[in-house]
């Protein structure tokens, strides 16, 4: 019952790595947080070598933090094939991104993001920004009880 939930953090910039994990940490945000630096390293970690669509996830993140631009596979490729896999379709993924482009924002809304932030420049700003969606994704939302490790 107090299992921690996993926090998948999708990010290729290492500064930008250690703000969120500080950020976190600043906020008593102690979930355990896996780090992949690109894209092809996020599906691996939740779909290992497969390219089985219905492959099941080797890690359950109960939580994607995901970039858009990543080496290798975009961020919107991720995203797309979270959703179009049965076991992961409903993974809460929450895009946090420098881009401010319409079309990133309206191409990760059409592929099934859940949220869309911008990272703030300024470290207080992304503190609290860290702060909320923590507070909602780990705290107050409620998953499907099908996404618990069975």
């Known amino acids: 019952m107090n299992q921690k ?3 998948l953090l999708v990010e290729d910039n290492p500064d930008d790595e250690a703000l969120t994990i500080r950020a976190l940490k600043k906020n008593n945000i102690l979930n355990e947080v896996i780090v992949a630096r690109d894209g092809a390293e996020a599906l691996d970690l939740l779909f290992g070598d497969s390219d089985d669509p219905d492959a099941k996830p080797s890690v359950y ?3 994607v933090l995901l970039d858009l631009n990543l080496p290798k596979i975009s961020g919107h490729e991720v995203l797309k094939r979270i959703r179009s896999n049965e076991n992961t379709r409903m993974l809460p993924v929450v895009v946090l991104t420098t881009s401010n482009e319409d079309k990133d924002r309206m ?6 993001v859940n949220s869309y932030i911008r990272k703030p420049v300024d ?3 992304f503190s609290e920004s860290i702060l909320q ?3 909602y994704w780990l705290v107050l939302n409620e998953g499907p ?3 618990k490790k069975s």
Request: proline content about 10%.
């Open 133 to 135: 969606v923590g507070v």
């Open 145 to 147: 009880p099908f996404m």
């Open 61 to 63: 993140p109960e939580l």
């Open 5 to 7: 939930k996993v926090i």
């Open 107 to 112: 191409d990760s809304y059409e592929l099934g």
């Open 123 to 125: 470290f207080r700003q």
